[in-house]
């Protein structure tokens, strides 16, 4: 399973951040916290997230980008008392989810 998630990394580090439609949204950055959206489907969270990375990046100079989904299911109580410390502490995925995507 790790050399597949370093496969797929690698692979996300070559490609460039998708065009997508602008988002009017102000996210509050704190330095040294992560930001975190939280959304229904298909309402833009991923675009947002896009966003954010060609503000941080205006020119692409590296031409480079990573970004990993993960659809974890976050309705059972073990998952919503746990701390995550890094992708080994990941839940499994729920049953429903269709796929991880890493792009």
């Known amino acids: 399973m790790r050399m ?3 496969q797929l990394i690698g692979e996300a580090l070559t490609r460039r951040i998708p065009e997508t439609v602008p988002r009017d949204v102000c996210v509050r950055r ?11 489907w298909r309402t833009g969270k991923t675009s947002l997230c896009f966003q954010a990375m060609r503000s941080l990046h205006p020119a692409e100079a590296h031409g480079v980008w990573h970004h990993i989904q993960v659809c974890w299911s976050l309705t059972e109580s073990a998952t919503a008392a746990r701390e995550f410390r890094g992708i080994a502490d990941a839940p499994p ?10 792009t």
Do not use: F, N
């Open 30 to 40: 704190m330095p040294g916290k992560v930001s975190v959206l939280t959304g229904m």
């Open 93 to 102: 995925l729920h049953p429903k989810a269709r796929r991880t995507v890493v």
């Open 4 to 6: 597949i998630i370093e």
